[in-house]
């Protein structure tokens, strides 16, 4: 690879590298429940997106009980409750399998509803999804057993252990195993590892584990298991029910360095708060305002669409007979003093008839000859239309032909429903950036870093903040803060999307999306569908998108993951795309929350067939793993708070796909290096944790920044060795490579000189620990290594034609 920035969207991926992510692929789908971390308390949510639930279709909501009394009343109506029962400081939170019509019952029974966490449309696409994934494991797995070359890259043994991970986590010692066995599509049983005590220490002599089979939609993938242990292992033997045998050396995730990186009188802990998006901005300006000659603030090219919507109401119950009206004007321009009654006139035969006074607006419903009212909402919503058609907009409610009989209605004020003081603007709203950097004229190899496209998530934008000022307040004193200012173009911009934090803050926390009304006026776009509205600004993004058949978004303006009407077409997006298309920049972190994730592209694939975006080659994802573990170990030091590996890689690997994501575009458009953060355990949490995430994490893109300037100043090359050991196949030997630093290994068996078209060890696998190769005595291997950075060992040219590269003769071993 170059460091010269590529311009097409994708190199095509290498031949040798099929096989081994088509089986790194098998291992989709771990599941984040196994994972050791803190937990903090599930926070008790704001009023219900109930907008969102169909009348007569079961979505799953949660319900937000006081006390146990509360609870088993609720369960005393026999209402539908699944197994999730949290209790919290203020209460407890169930989750309620309900209909829409059945919330309105539960709502006027005195039942108090939170998130809508899972709706008809989300399990249709479930499904969906479930059945191509089967069609994609059944295939993987075949793939696996045909494959060529599974006889030179397996032992003989039928059973092979993935990955063996040991890791702490807290005061925890966990040691996590993963192993495919042949037989394990058809036989249940469960495996057992025997575990060592630590090098030089006999195996079995630390205990064993049971890790059990992971099987998904009735396809078996693989083996695995975590279990809590007593001392560091440095091997782990697998005997398989057939009396096969695997060994593999145990790695450790993430260890602990021994001190921090940075100098003494080091500064960091500079938050003291959640803050608001206008907060957030005015901090910023602070401090470039206080250090002026490494920093600036520049304001993104597109404005926000704003805090700000059209006042509204809906008069009546009944959906046929409701009447929906909205402002012509803002609602803090004037909409908001507009009222509406639906007056019954009290006497027989009165005609329908609208009157107007400044901005109250009186309607006398028509009555029959006994004097009972007659007019239907169709013909009310003409007659405002026609009336008062100055002021305000009326439809009949979601579509519907509106021929119920309207209510009488007492005098009902329009409101736009933001609740948010004064001081936060109503105006389409400047979104800003503090770029840090002695040269700040595109010259330095430039970092991105971003937070808030989800409005609720509160505590990346606070990440951001921590490392702008760490970066400022230690400058002048701290050498190794002073080398990343003076080397590094650093763009800093803490919120993308402000009007949706604005409203998350002060109107709804479990607002996602933007402010964006895209919906047509029976999708809803009337006043109690509002918190559903706003575009995902996280899938608007232009690569692998849901317009171009990608999966994990919504054409749905009322979905969570709505992906808009368009690529770009919210300015929130354009702004992202106006940073990343700055040629220098390199590097990204898209920080969003929550759950401990660290991931990168593929963000998504296509159904059916689950076929992701491509993957990097392995020689890319080198360094995306080396990276990792940096990063990974510097949130860790913090508090010893551990990021799994099954909470690291790419994303549509660990997490699900998400269709028009912006790491994506930053990866396949713009060639950046892309990484997304999923910072701590929930959206808002209670400040002391939400303080500690954002201490580890800013630790994290602080060291973000090192692996940017490491890269750029990367000309050392890396060194490679092979290590041969006696096989169980007489004649055979099993042979590894070793690195000195995270690299790519290419090697050929047939004595041709190694290009980057040959075989890719699996040390620098997407999800593997190294192979062990083995191959007949007498074989010569030709290899060559190359670093994240493109330095290739010995200055070989795989694409010359020197043979600088390494050889080596296998022999057979003195046992
Ligand atoms: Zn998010």
């Known amino acids: 690879m170059s460091k010269v920035r590529t311009g097409s969207r994708w190199r095509p991926q290498l031949p040798a590298a099929t096989a081994l992510a088509a089986f790194a692929a098998v291992l989709l789908l771990v599941s984040p429940a196994a994972a050791i971390v803190p937990q903090a308390a599930a926070p008790v949510t704001a009023p219900a997106d109930l907008g ?61 509803f939170g998130t809508v966490l899972h709706t008809p449309q ?45 890791y702490t986590s807290g005061d925890t010692q966990v040691l996590s195993v993963e192993a495919k066995w042949a037989s394990g599509q058809a036989d249940s ?35 695995r298991g975590a279990a809590q242990v007593t001392s560091r292992p440095a091997y782990v033997r697998i005997t398989s029910p057939s009396g096969d045998v695997a060994v593999a050396k145990v790695n450790e995730w993430l260890p602990v360095p021994p001190k921090d990186p940075e100098g003494p009188g080091y500064m960091k802990d500079f938050v003291a708060s959640y803050l608001t998006p206008t907060e957030l901005y005015d901090r910023i300006k602070a401090l470039s305002a206080q250090y002026p000659k490494i920093s600036e603030i520049v304001e993104l090219p597109h404005r926000t669409n704003g805090y700000r919507r059209k006042a509204q109401a809906v008069l009546g119950t009944v959906d046929a007979s409701r009447v929906a009206v909205d402002s012509l004007a803002w609602g803090h321009q004037g909409g908001n003093d507009i009222s509406v ?60 032909p ?70 400022l307040r230690n400058y002048a004193h701290d050498r190794k803060t002073r080398e990343l ?169 660990v997490l699900y796909s998400a269709a028009g994501n912006s790491g994506d575009m930053l990866w396949y458009k713009y060639g950046i290096y892309a990484w997304n953060f999923e910072v701590g355990t929930s959206f808002q949490p209670d400040w002391q944790e ?9 630790n994290g893109l602080t060291e973000m920044l090192r692996v940017a300037r490491d890269f750029d100043t990367d000309r050392k090359r890396p060194r490679s060795s092979l290590s041969v050991r006696a096989s169980a196949t007489p004649g055979m030997v099993d042979v590894t490579f070793s690195t000195s630093e995270p690299a790519a290994v290419f090697y050929t068996l047939d004595r041709s000189r190694p290009t980057y078209a040959a075989t890719l060890y699996g040390s620098a696998g997407i999800r593997e620990g190294g192979e062990t190769l083995t191959i ?32 080596q003769k296998v022999k057979a071993p003195k046992r």
């Open 189 to 223: 049983s469960p495996l057992t590892v025997e575990r060592d005590s630590g090098p030089g220490t006999g195996i079995g002599s630390g205990g064993t584990q049971t890790i059990s089979r992971f099987v998904d939609a009735g396809v078996y993938l693989y083996h």
């Open 52 to 112: 969102r639930l169909a009348d007569e279709r079961a979505s799953v909501v949660e319900v937000i009980l006081a006390d146990t009394a509360e609870l088993d009343a609720l369960v005393a109506t026999g209402v539908d409750l699944d197994h999730h029962v949290t209790h919290t400081g203020d209460g407890i939170v169930v989750h309620a399998v309900v209909t829409g019509n059945e919330v309105a019952t539960l709502t006027r029974a005195g039942f108090t």
């Open 485 to 653: 200012v003076d080397n590094l173009d650093i763009w800093i911009a803490p919120s993308i999307n402000p009007d949706g934090g604005h409203y998350s803050f002060y109107d709804f926390n479990s607002q996602r999306k933007n402010m964006t009304n895209h919906c047509a006026p029976q999708a809803p776009a009337d006043f109690l569908g509002r918190n559903s509205w706003g575009v995902d600004n996280n899938r608007n993004y232009t690569e692998y998108s849901l317009f171009d058949g990608y999966a994990g978004a919504s054409t749905n303006c009322t979905s969570g993951t709505y992906a808009g009407p368009g690529e770009l077409s919210e300015p929130e997006n354009r702004n992202v795309d106006w940073l990343a298309a700055r040629p220098n920049i390199r590097f990204s972190m898209n920080l969003h929350s929550s759950g401990n994730y660290f991931m990168w592209s593929p963000g998504s694939y296509a159904v059916p067939g689950r076929v992701s975006a491509p993957r990097p080659t392995l020689a890319e994802e080198s360094l995306f793993w080396g990276a990792s573990s940096r990063i990974l170990t510097a949130i860790k030091r913090h508090r010893n708070l551990a990021v799994t590996p099954a909470r690291t890689g790419p994303i549509a690997d």
């Open 776 to 807: 007949p005595v007498g074989t010569t291997v030709h290899w060559f290594s190359v670093d994240a950075a493109g330095n290739v060992e010995r200055n070989y040219k795989p694409d010359g034609r020197g043979n600088n590269h390494n050889k």
């Open 402 to 471: 509106g021929t119920g009989v309207v209510a009488p209605a007492a005098r009902t004020a329009l409101s736009d429903g933001l609740a948010a003081p004064a001081s936060v603007s109503r105006d389409p709203h400047p979104v800003y950036a503090i770029r840090i950097g002695k040269h700040r004229d595109g010259s330095r190899l430039g970092v991105l870093a971003y937070a808030q496209e989800h409005a609720r998530e509160w505590v990346p934008p606070l990440v951001t903040i921590e490392t702008a000022e760490r970066l």
């Open 690 to 698: 939400a303080h500690a995430e954002t201490m580890e994490f800013a």
């Open 341 to 400: 009654e639906l007056a019954d006139p009290g006497v027989a035969d009165a005609p329908l008839a609208v009157t107007v006074t400044g901005t109250a607006v009186r309607v006398d419903l028509a009555t029959d000859g006994s004097g009972t009212v007659t007019s239907t909402a169709e013909q009310v919503v003409a007659a405002l239309n026609a009336q008062a058609g100055t002021l305000l907009t009326a439809y009949t409610y979601r579509g519907s």
């Open 122 to 166: 989300d399990a249709a696409q479930r499904v969906a999804e479930r059945e191509a994934t089967i069609a994609a494991h059944l295939a993987e797995n075949q793939e696996y057993a045909a494959a060529a070359d599974f006889s030179a890259r397996s032992t003989v043994s039928d059973v092979r252990i993935i990955r063996a991970d040991y």
